[in-house]
């Protein structure tokens, strides 16, 4: 099945929901390892922006690997489901539609939820690490940072409310609680307590 690149973006941006919940959980997940990190450093005496940097991103790395490949693993397997099902309604045998385009639009959800997941993962994990490799001291680059998410996490919250046609202050509020804990629990991990 060979699809447009143009058809490939409309089907992307279809997929907006799942774009906004994996850079949430890019934003979340990088914000949580730099601030633990970069609190760590400076209790320790050795703050270095770079390193802190490399440190959240290699974890966002992680995050959107695993986010695409989790996707592909469990859309792969639902898909799969619903081809026996049909299959077992058609009264046919296991395997039959393997080779029609009913199996071809259905390997193309997958691949498609493996790349939103994947690549908004990343994005959403890219975007709060910048301050770390282009800002000159660690404070700065912790502001800078903190800045970015919670401007994010305002946008994405408002979206979510948008899309599920609920409040979208409320919504927003709800998704910087969850960044304002996690920046507690950062704080107290990295060694900011004592």
């Not at 592909?72 to 639902?78: L, R, S």
């Not at 202050?169 to 991990?189: E, F, N, P």
């Amino acid at each position: 099945m060979k699809v447009s690149p143009k058809q490939f973006i409309k089907d992307y941006i279809a997929m907006s929901r799942y774009v906004a919940l994996g850079s949430l959980d890019g934003i979340l997940t990088v914000m949580s390892i730099s601030l633990t990190a970069a609190i760590a450093a400076i209790v320790g005496g050795h703050a270095n922006p770079v390193t802190i940097g490399l440190t959240g991103l290699s974890g966002g790395i992680a995050l959107a690997l695993s986010n695409g490949f989790g996707s592909y693993i469990g859309e792969h397997a639902e898909e799969e489901k619903d081809m026996r099902i049909l299959e077992n309604k058609m009264l046919l045998d296991n395997k039959q539609l393997d080779d029609t385009i009913i199996k071809e639009k259905a390997n193309y959800r997958v691949r498609l939820s493996m790349i939103t997941h994947g690549s908004s993962s990343f994005l959403g994990s890219f975007i709060p690490s910048i301050p770390f490799f282009i800002l000159p001291d660690i404070y700065s680059a912790i502001a800078g940072t903190l800045i970015i998410c919670f401007i994010l996490l305002t946008v994405l919250g408002s979206y979510l409310g948008h899309i599920s046609k609920e409040s979208m202050k409320k919504t927003a509020a709800q998704i910087v609680s969850v960044g304002i804990l996690i920046v507690i629990i950062s704080y107290l991990m990295g060694g900011g307590h004592g």
